[in-house]
């Protein structure tokens, strides 16, 4: 993590096949064997979750860090969605067993109620053995009054007396003047600086949604108020292929934070769960090259290669997933020139398909005309991903495809929570830190299966 290291040098130290710094955090030896090396028989250099020194304050960081956004839901004795805070305790339970130690969430997350979730889980293990990171999500009332319930609810939710990590919510958006109104005028960067002074705080920094402009004007401000990590969105597809609107890529972020020396937090690894749903013909040039390897396991890999990465968050909603994620950081393995090269090529493959940029957050819900827009989305992006697409009716097996969408998304969305409701009010958009125009999407999907019905 020291300022001049470079990603070609970390390789070196870490070794082309092995992560020789995950052995010296974990106190585990190098496997040995008698295997060529090649990207499909490399071993790992430990079997114990590799770790990241913060070089502002010494914290030794879990490299998988757990993003608390999408917890396993369940219904009430009235039929109501809730968070199933038994298989959230299980969840926690199996990520700090298996090492994992810095656990994000926010006021923001599953309608007001991660947080809560989220502490009465943590809170049965000891305050120490984890991170603790959440988030200032003023989004629609930034007074000094609300922002300061907010700050303090959140501690009362989670019940610490200290947050490790504590973010500014998705700045960027509406550049610097809404970062005025949401954090200067109000005086709440000045609080939140000296409640770091008093420790309430050990870290804080922002995470970072808008255009390159915004990016550049926060890091200058910098100098004033030394921000002690930053978090963005990166992944092999956002590296260099972000669109410069809602985003901008990885890579152009990734080198301005590192000749600061600042650590970054990645979010959105997998890109709302699309890298590890990805086309059935990069999915085949993946297990071609490492049949054992989970599909998941290559973009977190493509994020932990970069040694400025403190943790890359996963909201790992089932067990499979926690379970995959930790075989994959456990025995964690950098990718060498030529694989972050196979990457790009995966990424300029993944464009050509017309698929909806949604990471499945749900700020845009609940949409005031009960449009289930995430369902409709990832139900969309998924039958793309797997080739479910009747084009026309010169298409082989055009009536197959045509009858497995509609009968699917029949399944996957209810009847009157669909994309022929929305009437373009466009009350979602604002929340979207995608930036994506969702009526435009939900029109043009509904376009799509008004086609197919006609067919």
Known sequence: MDNKITRRDFLKISGAGALAAGAAATGCAPKKTAQPETPATRVAASEGMVYRTNPGNGDKVSLLGYGCMRWPMTKDKDGRDVIDQEKVNELVDKAIEGGVNYFDTSPAYLRGESERASGIALNRHPRKSFYLATKLSNFSN???????????DSFEQMETDYFDYYLLHSIGRGGIEAFRKRYVDNGMIDFLTKEREKGKIRQLGFSFHGSQKAFDDFLELHSHYKWDFIQIEMNYID??????????????????????????????????????????????????????ASIASWAFRFVGSF????????GMTYMNHLEDNLKTFCNFIPMTEEELA??????????????????????????????????????????????????????????????????????????????????????????????????????????????????
């Open 342 to 455: 196979f990457m790009e090529e995966m990424a300029v493959l993944m464009k050509e398909y017309p698929t909806v940029n949604c990471t499945n957050c749900k700020y845009c819900m609940p949409c005031p005309y009960g449009i289930d827009i995430p369902s409709i989305f990832q139900h969309y992006n998924n039958c793309v991903n797997e080739g479910i697409v009747a084009k026309d009716k010169e298409q082989e097996g055009y009536k197959k495809l045509r009858k497995a969408y509609l009968t699917s998304y029949n399944k996957a969305v209810p009847t009157l929570r669909q994309a022929d409701h929305c009437i373009g009010c466009g009350q979602c958009m604002p929340h979207c830190p995608q930036s994506i125009h969702i009526p435009n999407e939900l029109h043009r999907i509904d376009r799509y299966v008004e086609k197919l019905k006609r067919g």
């Open 307 to 314: 040694p400025r990465i403190l943790t890359a968050l996963s």
């Open 142 to 152: 930034w007074s000094t009054e609300a922002s300061t319930r907010m700050y303090y």
């Open 239 to 292: 590296w260099r292929h972000a669109d410069g609107v809602r985003n901008v890529n990885a890579e152009y972020l990734y080198e301005k934070i590192d000749k600061l020396g600042i650590p970054i937090v990645v979010m959105e690894p997998l890109l709302g769960g699309r890298l590890s749903n990805v086309p059935e013909n990069i999915a085949a040039q993946l297990k071609e090259r490492d049949p054992q």
